[in-house]
């Protein structure tokens, strides 16, 4: 536990902005967590993060140290594009789950990662060890996993305040006219469906994906997708929204279309850029295609 006497140079400052200053290796969303898990009282009392502090408050913190890591570890090969001591850069596969979750604690991308590093970032607990964001079981591509809570703390707010750039490529049915497009609409859970997303002002949160089309084909668009947002689903969402959805997404194509491709939705994440943890040096990753995509364009051309 660690307790602090606020002296009169920092009255008046919001609670989480002093405690982010204070503790430099914790970022404001950190600490926002903190304290609404109630790990932070002032004068023994449970506070809001905007609480405005006074001379002579006492301030006491409890940082949990990171869980016991207790999923399997499972040897399974990665496709690892880069590797230092704070980052992991993977192209993960389509058909991979990224971590445990109900009905999938075995053979994700966390048992994987766990048996390739003995260490991982534990801030996001023992089922998502690591784990900064996501990519969806189906779409394949570039995904950055921290191996310590600096590195996962750094890259957290990088995603917060979207200096870390996403790409992604994406065939998608129908032929797009625009050459390039912005989609501003709010995503939230499907109040008909639990287990899909959609466009709804009800209980949502801003969404903006920007596109732009690489080429035509009769039935078919392949765009680039830029995000600015990262809600669940986000591009499929969009783009299935505006009447083009992505081809063989088995959610969010409907069933007046035919699927070209049966093993699930035509996205890849193929660029990644940020900013290192540690040298706070701009890095950018790309991959190509996969195969099964370039076949089905070949299919099409």
């Known amino acids: 536990m660690n307790r602090i006497v606020v002296d009169e140079s920092n009255s008046n400052q919001r609670l989480d902005k002093f405690l982010s200053t204070y503790f430099s290796e914790l970022s404001r969303s950190h600490v926002a967590k903190l304290i609404d898990d109630e790990n932070c009282l002032v004068n023994k009392k449970v506070i809001k993060s905007s609480y405005k502090l006074k001379t002579g408050d006492v301030i006491e913190i409890n940082i949990p140290e990171a869980k016991e890591l207790e999923i399997e570890k499972e040897d399974i090969p990665l496709d690892i594009v880069y590797e230092d001591s704070d980052i992991l850069i993977i192209n993960k596969p389509q058909g991979m789950v990224v971590h445990p979750a109900n009905g999938h604690y075995e053979h994700t991308l966390v048992n994987a990662i766990l048996h390739h590093c003995h260490d991982l970032s534990g801030i996001n607990g023992v089922m998502r060890p690591g784990i900064v964001h996501r990519i969806d079981k189906d779409t394949s591509g ?75 084909f009769s039935d078919h668009t392949l765009v680039e997708c830029h995000l600015k947002t990262g809600r669940t689903h986000q591009i499929r969402v969009h783009l299935s929204y505006i009447g083009y959805p992505v081809e063989g997404d088995p959610l969010y194509s409907g069933r007046k279309y035919d699927t070209l491709y049966k093993n699930g939705q035509l996205l890849v994440a193929v660029g990644l850029r940020l900013i290192h943890p540690s040298s706070n040096k701009e890095m950018e990753f790309k991959i190509d295609l996969p195969d099964y995509f370039k076949e089905v364009i070949s299919q099409l051309e």
């Open 142 to 216: 570039l995904i950055c996993v921290a191996k310590n809570d600096k590195a996962h703390l750094s890259l957290a707010e990088q995603l917060k305040d979207h200096t870390m750039s996403r790409t992604y490529i994406a065939l998608v049915k129908g032929v797009i006219t625009e050459n390039t497009g912005e989609i501003n609409l709010p995503i939230g859970r499907d109040p008909h469906n639990r287990q899909k997303m959609a466009v709804t002002r009800s209980n949502s949160k801003e969404a903006i994906t920007y596109f732009k089309v690489l080429q035509r």
